[in-house]
């Protein structure tokens, strides 16, 4: 069997949430410790893997290692028992990189430059990348560049796909929690209406959608649940309502949370409720060096990889820490038409991880020689 399969294999039958990763981070290390590389274990479970040169310019390569909560239902052989599933590929990701490592042991001294495989906990949950580059793991080994690759369906299979400028986009979730006072409904003036202040809330911002926001302007504003009250018969006490804000640019996502705290505010005002607004920790949008891209689609040509146009996402992705630090290419590789990320039986063809491995190789031989 071929290394980054039997390494896929193992890995996918081990599949730990965010900042659980132990058998996973261990399996890592465990490796990376048998190669000439000087090993550095990150944020508890993650790893960075440093080939030496003796160059002052380090080129980085990115894998992310957590899985997700999610009761595995391919029927692999190899399939995850534990509750857990690495349904958004990062199994693959982490084959991937651990090939590279295998072949820079034997490879890294025809290389100018260093190089830097990081191996990062927690881009599912709580986001991994920040307190990676805030160990100062990029300023220690001097890192000048970053690449990520992430696997993807619906893209060409065994094609790469990506795009200058923004990819994915900032995205946070949101919670709006109106609290009213509850009373009889045939004495309505001794209460205070949770729930007709989170209609009027959630019809505001509706009309903030269709009349405030410029035409042409890319973002989500999304209201997907709503509950409240106990008994029809009850003015509601407490109501809430939860939805995502997505951007692609900073500005327009902090411009969408402010109209959403003012519209609780008017609501408030009117109805004479208090109203919660939380917004979850928000990565920063997936932002590719223009420059850096032109150099990332020359390496692709030289090694003969097809490197299409990607539609922008509203999907999110943390790699997008490492970018407000050094220039970053983050690119997709294209599974074809398969189950869809997060999904319980998502599975893709194995050999597509050797176009990967193909891609991560052309780039050490255009950046790092």
């Known amino acids: 069997m071929k290394n980054y399969i039997q390494y896929r294999r193992d890995l996918h039958a081990i599949p730990e949430v965010g900042r659980q990763e132990r058998r996973t981070g261990q399996y890592i290390a465990n490796h990376l410790s048998r190669l000439n590389c000087r090993l550095e274990r990150v944020v508890e479970t993650g790893s960075a893997a440093f080939f030496d040169n003796g160059a002052g310019d380090t080129v980085a390569f990115r894998a992310d290692i957590d899985a997700l909560p999610i009761a595995e239902e391919t029927g692999l052989a190899f399939a995850s028992s534990n509750g857990c599933m690495h349904a958004c590929g990062h199994d693959a990701h982490m084959a991937m990189l651990l090939s590279l490592a295998d072949y820079l042991n034997e490879h890294h001294s025809e290389y100018k430059k260093n190089i830097l495989l990081i191996f990062q906990p927690s881009e599912e949950t709580i986001g991994g990348a920040r307190p990676i580059c805030e160990s100062g793991v990029l300023d ?83 209201i997907g649940t709503i509950s409240g009250g106990d008994a029809g018969n009850i003015v509601c006490e407490t109501a809430q309502a939860k939805g995502s804000v997505r951007a692609f640019d900073t500005a327009v996502f902090d411009e969408l949370c402010g109209k959403v705290r003012q519209a609780a505010a008017a609501a408030d005002a009117r109805y004479g409720t208090t109203t919660e607004v939380f917004f979850s920790p928000a990565y920063p949008p997936v932002n590719n060096d223009p420059s850096l891209y032109a150099e990332y689609q020359e390496a692709m040509r030289r090694a003969g990889i097809e490197l299409l146009t990607a539609d922008k996402t509203v999907i999110s992705e943390d790699f997008s820490e490492y970018q407000k630090r050094v220039p970053g290419v983050f690119a997709f590789l294209g599974l074809g038409d398969v189950p869809s990320l997060h999904n319980n039986r998502f599975d893709f063809d194995e050999e597509l991880m050797e176009t990967g491995i193909r891609a991560l190789t052309a780039l050490l031989d255009y950046f790092a020689k």
């Open 140 to 222: 220690r080994y001097h890192v000048s560049k970053i690449f990520g690759l992430h696997v993807w369906p619906k893209v060409k299979a065994g094609a790469l796909a990506s795009r200058p400028g923004p990819l994915m986009a900032q995205a946070a979730e949101m919670r709006l929690t109106v609290h009213g006072k509850s009373a009889h409904c045939a004495r309505p003036d001794l209460g205070i209406d949770a729930l007709a202040a989170i209609a009027d809330l959630i019809a505001e911002l509706n009309r903030i959608k269709r009349e405030d926001i410029p035409a042409g302007t890319e973002y989500l504003l999304h």
